[in-house]
């Protein structure tokens, strides 16, 4: 899966969905961004051209903006993988997504039908796909190997896993960066609907933001302008591509899905660079 042609002495250790890790010489982290893009737990044979540098540069306007320890070490990076890579901190990451929703929709407005809650938080009846929460929720969700689906939990059952005041820390920080994010992007008109951030803890024991943050292959973002009560506006992220999928390929027969039309790819690209190009602006 990871085909970058780096020096010797980076060896790779993992390749994600979008992402490859390898180690360096002084015992830190190479991330590299590539340009595959995953829906439904799967990565499609298809890749986004020029994602994995839009993701990286993102990343790195958030790793800038927000307060809260982040992985980042620097940016320079080796020239093969220059612009889509940086160095990072090795950390114990927690085996748990950070999930925060500001909006009723995607999985939670599913569970809601069922019992009108979600992640064991009870919410309010008559609430509808769109409907904008009293105030953001944190829906925790263990992580899926490719192929199989993450599983949101209960805050209880996070704190089973990582004991309560980690889990506690852990919902707290989530709950400000969202906060923070949603201030932020007000001024590239844009409303956060909702994220999904990773966590490790550092050698000295500080609980750090990793992986990617606030991205559209980790956040539903919208145009303020384009919102309406109870009804979400097209969203800056891989729906387009979800839709198509959705229309074209079944999920759930054991297959493998199929190539992205030119289209699909060229309009999905465009929605990412949007995102970049507003926020480069503020």
């Not at 540098?53 to 958030?62: A, N």
Request: net charge negative.
């Amino acid at each position: 899966m990871s085909n970058w042609q780096l020096p010797e002495d980076f060896r790779h250790l993992h390749s994600g969905k979008v992402r490859d890790l390898y180690e360096t010489a002084t015992d830190t982290l190479l991330m590299v961004a590539s340009d595959r893009i995953s829906a439904f737990d799967f990565i499609l044979p298809t890749i986004i051209p020029n994602k994995g540098k839009i993701l990286t540069e993102i990343s790195l306007f958030w790793f800038n903006r927000l307060a809260v320890p982040n992985h980042l070490i620097s940016t320079i990076v080796p020239s093969e993988v220059a612009g889509r890579a940086i160095e990072v901190k090795k950390l114990k990451m927690l085996p748990i997504e950070c999930v925060v929703r500001g909006y009723l929709t995607g999985s939670a407005w599913l569970e809601y039908q069922v019992n009108q809650s979600v992640c064991g938080i009870k919410l309010p009846p008559g609430l509808v796909n769109g409907s904008k929460l009293a105030a953001p929720i944190y829906t925790p969700a263990t992580k899926a190997q490719q192929g199989d689906h993450d599983e949101n939990i209960s805050f209880d059952q996070s704190v089973e896993i990582l004991g309560n005041e980690l889990a506690t820390q852990v919902m707290e920080i989530s709950i400000s960066i969202f906060n923070q994010a949603q201030q932020i992007l007000k001024g590239a008109g844009f409303t956060l609907i909702d994220t999904k951030f990773e966590f490790g803890v550092d050698a000295a024991g500080v609980l750090t933001l990793a992986d990617e943050a606030l991205t559209p292959d980790s956040s539903r973002y919208c145009n303020t302008a384009e919102m309406a009560p109870d009804n979400l506006a097209p969203s800056f992220d891989k729906q387009l591509v979800r839709n198509w999928l959705l229309e074209n390929w079944d999920k759930d027969a054991g297959t493998q899905p199929p190539e992205l039309p030119a289209e699909i790819v060229k309009l999905t690209q465009a929605r990412y660079q949007e995102v970049l190009d507003r926020l480069k602006q503020l």
